[in-house]
Structure formats: C-alpha cells, structure tokens
C-alpha cells in the first residue's frame, strides 16, 4: 500500500517562530488532508489539498503532486498550535492512510 | 452542525466484560471509518462502511471486534471480551465519498482502558 512519511517527528519552537512541516507519499494520490490533533486529543481538519495552495489564516499548505509531496506552513507560531500534526493521503477509493505524525510544541 | 458524535467519551471495563462503543456520523455523510489510536501504533484504521455496507474490515485486530451500523445514521462497535491490550482512543470518522472535496471529520473518541 501507499507510504506516507512525515519529517521531522519533533519539533519545538518559541513562540513566534515559523515552521515547515513536511509529509512525503510514495504513489500519486488524489486527496490528501492534514490534521491537528491537539493536547485534549481531539482530531481537526486543517486542510483538504490534494494540489496547489491553500491558507487559512496563519497556516497554509501547498501540495505538488508530481513530486509526491506536501508542505504545512505554520507561520507566528502560538502555544495553541501544539500538538501533533498528521499528513493523510487516498489512493483510488480507499480509506486515508495516516502518517505518523510531527509532534509540535510551541513555548512561550 | 453537531459534528461527528461518539459515545461514551470515557469507558473503563475490566478484562473480560463486553464492551459497545457508539457513532453517530455527521447527516448526509455516507462513508464512516473506525480507527485506534495508541502511542505504539499511531491511528489504525479498524473497518469502514459505504453507505451503510462494510467494505473493508481487515483492519478488526480479532474476531472479538465486531461493528455494525444498522442505519445511515448510526454505528456500533463492539469488543467481546475485551482485554487489557485493547486499551486505546477509538475513533469514528464520516465523509462524503464522491463529493469534490471529501474531507474526513473525526468525533472527539472513546478513550477505553480495560483494567
């Protein structure tokens, strides 16, 4: 099945700084989703990019498809954007296969 | 929009006794995902319907997991006897399969320790 991949696993950052997260896929997908899951463990929808960019806010998230894939921008970073992050990719019609995730915290 | 609901939010069992754990998918969503969720495995992917229909469940770790959903709007599943190993967040997650932008909603899940 597909492979999905997510670097860096860790990360922490003061508050304000700007990051990159990153979720690479092995075959060409036609949906890909992102998803914070924050410290309480609830699951939240961030971004539906299966191509190009979208923003919302301080987040934003660009997918290139050819290469097999996709950056989350996280910019101004806030305590409450801690948690972990994960990357979710469909292949045909199966179900999302999930990576594992980068766990982000953000100190004041 | 209530969002995908599950129920209960907390259950603590002890070895051995059944437990049902209840999902009510968002109106209008056909698609509804099980998963678990543990430090060791990440989110695992248990079964999932289609319109109501089981289409894959080769994800259920054993047959003491079962799930049914009986209507559109309504899923259970079910662990018989359960055991310690399957202490974990369980998830239920809807979307609408065909619609151009299927995004997957998760419930706040069931967080399970079995003593």
Same mark, same amino acid.
């Given at each position: 099945?597909?492979?999905?991949? #997510? ?18 896929? %092995?075959?060409?997908?036609?949906? @890909? #989703?992102?998803?914070? #899951?924050?410290?309480?463990? #609830? @699951? ?27 950056? @989350?921008?996280? %910019?101004? %970073? ?25 766990? @982000?915290?953000?100190?004041? | ?115």
């Amino acid at each position: 099945g597909i492979q999905v991949e #997510q670097s860096p696993p860790d990360l922490i950052l003061q508050e304000g700084a700007n990051s990159t997260l990153r979720c690479n896929f %092995s075959d060409s997908v036609n949906n @890909l #989703q992102w998803f914070h #899951q924050n410290p309480w463990g #609830q @699951l939240i929808n961030l971004f539906y990019i299966p191509s190009g960019t979208k923003q919302n806010g301080r987040l934003s998230a660009t997918t290139v498809a050819t290469e097999r894939y996709s950056l @989350l921008y996280i %910019s101004s %970073s806030q305590t409450t954007d801690s948690g972990v992050y994960f990357c979710a990719v469909v292949r045909g019609n199966t179900p999302l296969v999930f990576g594992k995730g980068t766990r @982000l915290s953000v100190i004041a | 929009d209530a969002g995908v609901i599950q129920s209960p939010r907390h259950e603590v069992t002890e070895m051995g006794q059944e437990v049902t754990l209840r999902c009510k998918p968002i109106s209008g969503h056909n698609s509804l995902f099980w998963y678990r969720q543990t430090m060791m495995r990440g989110l695992e992917l248990l079964i999932y319907f289609n319109n109501n229909v089981p289409i894959d469940d080769s994800g259920m770790p054993e047959d003491r997991f079962s799930a049914k959903m009986p209507n559109a709007s309504f899923s259970t599943l079910k662990i018989q006897p359960s055991e310690p190993r399957d202490s974990a967040v369980y998830f239920c997650a809807s979307r609408r399969q065909g619609a151009a932008n299927e995004k997957l909603f998760f419930g706040s899940g069931t967080q399970l320790s079995v003593l």
